[in-house]
């Protein structure tokens, strides 16, 4: 048996802000398929694979490139379940196949800012650091140490007073997740649930990173989407 790497892609049917957000269409094309078309374009999988609860989705996984080898039981797609429960079970899956999966990337669904740089990066710095997984990550736009919580009243107070005088500057920067994509190896996915606190962390700019959530998300990344790819834009 060949040992693969794979990409998994969870696309569940049953999204409530924003309805059928995996197949909506986003810059002429339905969102998954640009977690697709980047997975396929870096030549890094021998695999790439879609777990989905949802029949309309994996008939359109597939006419994207993606597999559907097998359908994600609904019990692991609803709102509540994890990301690592949804790809182990999706190793499993594949291995009863006759599969021998070595290395495996979670791509979400909803990312059309994702860049096949940062995956191969991402991937070169797992095996360079012997962590668990790898995944991209932006920092903060504000100090996180200066952050202020309101009451009820509007009246505002420091959650960390200690640092309420101290310059930006002079604290140190912090990193959020850019929910884009998660490297791990097959033992990682299958035993440690932690992903963050387990990981080596790819720094990518901050007006990369779009989570799409809400109808204003969408807004926001489709405007975003139009400006890069406008003459003289940035690009993807």
């Known amino acids: 048996m060949n040992i693969s790497t794979i990409a998994i892609i969870p696309a569940r049917g049953g999204s409530k802000r924003i309805p059928r957000k995996n197949i909506k269409p986003f810059a ?15 030549r890094l ?21 993606a597999e559907t080898p097998f359908v994600r039981p609904a019990e692991l797609a609803d709102d509540h379940t994890p990301t690592v429960p949804v790809v182990a ?4 899956a594949c291995e009863a196949l ?9 791509i979400y669904p909803c990312v059309p800012f994702i860049r096949v740089s940062d995956l191969t990066d991402a991937l070169a710095l797992l095996r360079e650091s012997g962590a668990d997984y790898a995944f991209p990550v932006t920092e903060f736009p504000a100090a996180i140490q200066r952050a202020l919580r309101r ?14 005088l101290t310059r930006t500057q002079d604290l140190e920067p912090a990193y959020h997740d850019a929910g884009q994509f998660y490297w791990g190896s097959r033992a990682a996915w299958l035993s440690n649930p932690r992903i963050h606190s387990n990981a ?32 003289g834009g940035a690009g993807l």
């Open 28 to 42: 002429d094309k339905p969102m998954i398929a640009h977690a697709i078309a980047a997975a396929r374009d870096s």
């Open 45 to 65: 999988f021998e695999h790439v694979v879609v777990t989905t609860d949802d029949p309309e989705i994996a008939e359109i996984a597939r006419n994207s490139g």
């Open 89 to 92: 079970h999706a190793i499993e």
């Open 98 to 106: 006759g599969w021998q999966v070595d290395t495996v990337c979670c």
């Open 151 to 164: 009451n009820p009243e509007g009246r505002m107070s420091p959650f960390h007073r200690e640092f309420e």
């Open 200 to 231: 080596a962390g790819l720094v990518i700019p901050g007006w990369r990173v779009v989570d799409i959530d809400t109808p204003e998300d969408w807004q926001r990344a489709e405007i975003l989407h139009r400006s890069l790819m406008a003459p």
